[in-house]
T-cell receptor, first 114, second 112 residues
Framework: GPKVLQIPSHQIIDMGQMVTLNCDPVSNHLYFYWYKQILGQQMEFLVNFYNGKVMEKSKLFKDQFSVERPDGSYFTLKIQPTALEDSAVYFC????????????FGKGTRLTVV | GEQVEQRPPHLSVREGDSAVITCTYTDPNSYYFFWYKQEPGASLQLLMKVFSSTEINEGQGFTVLLNKKDKRLSLNLTAAHPGDSAAYFCAVGSSSFSKLVFGQGTSLSVVP
């Protein structure tokens, strides 16, 4: 079936550095999401993105976070600068028509900030 | 905003037994309800979705019930087998363009 690919699966970065998490969504999908999951806790919404714009973001989506989908290809989450509390698994998701259609999730990128 | 509580956090059942996982939500305008299964190292796999207009949905070996009056969503595995061992998450959304709010997850272990 359709797959959302996330690259890399694990990334270790020094606190204060910039990191970009990449997501290759399902090819014809129009809605894109990032979720954050700290180990042992629930998945929490960060941001959703449609038609080149952020539609909604949560209070977890700090000023240091940004998303874009340059050239209509990868959907990226950039954190600059990173902080220790950014350590988590970040899940990308995409859907064709929002929640009315199926939302497909990637396997996540485990980000470790040291 | 919407809050979703999922219980129990851990569940262990014997093969062939039933297993029930429950979520309660707070937003009466919630319309989209989902159950996801997550195996270690894998992405979330959609098990079942229920829209507010329906109250029951059945899949292979499980039933999803939605009680709008009590704002409760449940996943019933009728005869669990070891392959059902995984983490299960409920998720709720209010509109097609909104975010999903997830429950805390249930780690299900099915022992032979």
């Amino acid at each position: 079936g359709p797959k959302v690919l996330q690259i890399p699966s694990h990334q270790i970065i020094d606190m204060g550095q910039m990191v970009t998490l990449n997501c290759d969504p399902v090819s014809n999908h129009l809605y894109f999401y990032w979720y954050k999951q700290i180990l042992g806790q629930q998945m929490e919404f960060l941001v959703n993105f449609y038609n080149g714009k952020v539609m909604e973001k949560s209070k977890l989506f700090k000023d240091q976070f940004s998303v874009e989908r340059p050239d209509g290809s990868y959907f990226t989450l950039k954190i600059q600068p990173t902080a220790l509390e950014d350590s988590a698994v970040y899940f990308c998701a995409s859907s064709l028509g929002g929640l009315y259609t199926e939302v497909f999730f990637g396997k996540g990128t485990r980000l470790t900030v040291v | 905003g919407e809050q979703v509580e999922q219980r129990p956090p851990h569940l262990s059942v014997r093969e062939g037994d039933s297993a029930v996982i429950t979520c309660t939500y707070t937003d009466p305008n919630s319309y989209y309800f989902f159950w996801y299964k997550q195996e270690p190292g894998a992405s979330l796999q959609l098990l079942m979705k229920v829209f507010s207009s329906t109250e029951i949905n059945e899949g292979q070996g499980f039933t999803v019930l939605l009680n709008k009056k009590d704002k409760r969503l449940s996943l019933n595995l009728t005869a669990a087998h070891p392959g059902d061992s995984a983490a299960y998450f409920c998720a709720v959304g209010s509109s097609s363009f909104s975010k999903l709010v997830f429950g805390q997850g249930t780690s299900l272990s099915v022992v032979p």
